[in-house]
């Protein structure tokens, strides 16, 4: 499967982006989503992840109540709705896929990645 994400951009503080994620393949349906983010000089962290149906989300405390992921299984895009932004979400974000259960946060545990999109949140 491939990914392509996008979506990324400036925004201000309190501002909203939503981020895509397009799949390749008729065998999106099967996989869990994830969305993760890298901010310089960081290692990549978990940041929402979602079962292949839609009915489990599963989030990074740090995001929780402001991030929103979801997905059209028949469009094989997801995404990730982000308000309320604030400067330490300033990092590139990647979606990724897996099968298997969403509720796995580790990087490793997510074998196909989209190449990044870059979000910049100024004060």
């Known amino acids: 499967v491939q990914l392509q994400a996008s979506g990324g951009g400036l925004v201000q503080v309190g501002g909203s982006l939503r981020l895509s994620c397009a799949a390749s393949?008729?065998?999106?349906?099967?996989?869990?989503v994830g969305w993760f983010r890298q901010a310089p000089g960081k290692e990549r962290e978990f940041a929402a992840t979602?079962?292949?149906?839609?009915?489990?989300?599963y989030y990074a405390d740090s995001v929780k109540g402001r991030f929103t992921i979801s997905r059209d299984n028949a469009e094989n895009t997801a995404y990730l709705q982000m308000n309320s932004l604030k400067p330490e979400d300033t990092a590139v974000y990647y979606c990724?896929?897996?099968?298997?259960?969403?509720?796995?946060?580790?990087?490793?545990?997510?074998?196909?990645w989209g190449q990044g999109t870059q979000v910049t949140v100024s004060s």
């Open positions: 990724a896929v897996r099968r298997g259960t969403a509720q796995t946060m580790a990087v490793t545990d997510w074998p196909y």
């Open positions: 393949g008729r065998t999106f349906i099967t996989y869990a």
């Open positions: 979602l079962n292949w149906s839609g009915t489990m989300t």
